[in-house]
């Protein structure tokens, strides 16, 4: 008997904590010393820590869209970063592992940032009306999202299909364009912002922050950047506490440590590292809260949890906060070269630990999983078919998660940057082929402010000896570089790779 139908006669419940722009390196139980995260080290103690654990982009929609399908993003396009009125990018009807825990049996909620759009294709969400499709179209029964990331515009939460305490007499308006009249944007009051922009973020000012985007209205609606992170933990629990009886699958998606980074006052200064490290001590407190949730309702044996992140770390992404400049020592992508924007491993290897209270035995894996195996996983460890044309990337490694003995993760992952650019990693075994469709591409950004440099098309490097991709050895191995491109090249026209 497999693993996973070993455990399908009991369904665990499925938590998947997915951090923002969360670095390798950038809590302590991977290395990190700057700064202490009590919460994700307990949960890694108790758990398997995965030390090539992934997400599939080094960008948030992308990853998004793999880890709800099960399919890689460059198979489809406009799965790129969505703009503030982006539509739904994954299709209505799709299969995605919210509709595999339905088929299990299981209420499903996403709760915290979404970023793959609202609504149809050629409209966008209808902010005044009824928002759809939504993640209700794709499976989930409840849904209460930060509509895109907090750096674009609107700052209000959408609750199921509506925008919360919205009042009709003052309608929200969304745009890409500055509106007439008299309104104040991060270029024409800068002077009076909280936390001044350094590219980009020039639009509309809620809060003392300009955005990317313009809006007008929804004034009782707005809520402040500094409260995010207790509402994600107020409405999670609700939620929890409503659905315990029977199998779920919640969706917990921080909004830590993505720019504008504004944590709650109670953790502004919790750390030497600015508000970027502030806000790792949210999210690590948010993951504190959820475990004690689970330990209060005695769940704790029943659930699998997993946190990942959504691509790697990033220091400037738009605003002056300070990150470059505190950095002192920390090093967020940990060993790895590049970050968020970036195919090198620092862009999608991230922490990745799997806890199941007296499931899992407790240690750390060095076998390859990735945010995309989550959904194929899911499905054999309820036992639930998987149709052929579904989640065409996403590989059953719920032995490796649930750290059974001899059991593998995937043999080889394809990453990929922004959606569409052509910039693609592959990992095989310990080796890593970079592709660059591109004469250019943002690499080094953990280290600089953003900056793009040309790159050569090809390069290989052995991780095994080299980690830190600092060595192409392309032309020492020319025969494994042509197996590992022709490979590459293979997967992608095949349309798919799951067998
Ligand atoms: C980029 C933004 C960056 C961030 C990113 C999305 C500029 C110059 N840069 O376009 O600040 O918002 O999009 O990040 O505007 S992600 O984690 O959601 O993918
Ligand atoms: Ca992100």
Redesign the pocket.
């Known amino acids: 008997m497999s693993a996973a139908l070993a455990v399908a006669a009991d369904k665990p419940n499925l938590l998947v904590i997915m951090a ?2 969360l670095g390798y390196g950038d809590v302590s139980a991977y290395g990190a010393t700057a700064l202490h995260t009590p919460h994700i080290d307990r949960l890694a103690a108790d758990g398997l820590r995965f030390t090539s654990g992934y997400c599939t982009a080094s ?3 992308p990853t998004r869209y793999s880890f709800l399908t099960g399919s890689y993003a460059f198979r489809r396009k406009g799965t790129g ?1 969505a703009p503030p009125n982006g539509h739904l990018v994954v299709p209505p009807g799709a299969l995605t592992i919210a509709g595999i825990a339905k088929a299990a049996g299981y209420r499903s909620a996403v709760i915290g940032k979404w ?1 793959l759009g609202l609504g149809l294709e050629g409209k966008g969400p209808d902010w005044n009306g009824v928002i759809a499709p939504g993640p209700r179209e794709l499976g989930f029964d409840y849904n209460f999202l930060l509509p ?2 907090n ?2 515009v609107p700052q209000v939460y959408v609750e199921n299909d509506r925008v919360l305490n919205l009042d009709s007499r003052d309608p929200l308006w969304v745009g890409n364009n500055r509106p007439g009249g008299e309104h104040p944007t991060g270029i024409s009051h800068r002077d009076t912002l909280k936390m001044d922009w350094s ?3 020039n639009g509309t000012i809620h809060n003392g922050i300009s955005r ?1 985007g313009f809006y007008t209205g929804g004034k009782t609606a707005r809520f402040r950047d500094e409260d995010l992170a207790d509402k994600w933990i107020e409405k999670s629990n609700a939620w929890l506490e409503a659905n315990r009886t029977r199998p779920f699958f919640l969706f917990f998606a921080s909004h830590d440590l ?2 504008p980074r504004m944590p709650h006052e109670r953790f502004q200064g919790a750390t030497t590292l600015g508000y970027r490290g502030d806000s790792i001590i949210q999210l690590d407190w948010c993951v504190g809260e959820l475990m004690k949730t689970l330990d209060r309702l005695g769940l704790a044996e029943k659930t699998l949890v997993v946190l990942c992140s ?2 790697g770390p990033v220091m400037d ?2 605003y002056k906060d300070g990150a470059l400049e505190k950095r002192g020592n920390h090093r967020p992508g940990g060993p790895f070269r590049g970050g ?1 924007y970036s195919v090198y491993e620092g862009g999608t290897r991230t922490p990745f630990i799997t806890r199941w209270k007296g499931r899992i035995k407790p240690g750390v894996s060095t076998q390859v999983v990735a945010t995309i195996d989550l959904a194929a996983s899911l499905a054999a460890i309820t036992g639930t078919p998987l149709p052929a044309g579904a989640c065409l990337d996403s590989f059953d490694v719920s032995g490796a998660l649930l750290g059974v003995p001899g059991a593998r993760g995937r043999a080889h992952l394809v990453q990929q940057d ?1 959606g569409g650019t052509g910039n693609f990693g592959f990992r095989v075994g310990d080796w890593k082929l970079v592709r660059a469709d591109t004469e250019e591409a943002n690499n080094e950004i953990v280290e600089r402010p ?1 900056q793009r440099t040309s790159v050569p098309r090809f390069q290989l490097f052995d991780l095994a000896k080299d980690p830190a991709e600092t060595s192409n050895v392309l032309a020492q191995n020319p025969v494994i570089g042509d197996r590992l491109k022709a490979e590459l090249a293979a997967l992608i026209a095949a349309g798919r790779t799951r067998p």
């Open positions: 923002d722009d960008t948030c929609t970063i970023h895109t990331t750096d674009r590219h980009g973020h990317i993505h720019v959504d691509n992404d738009g968020k922004n953003l």
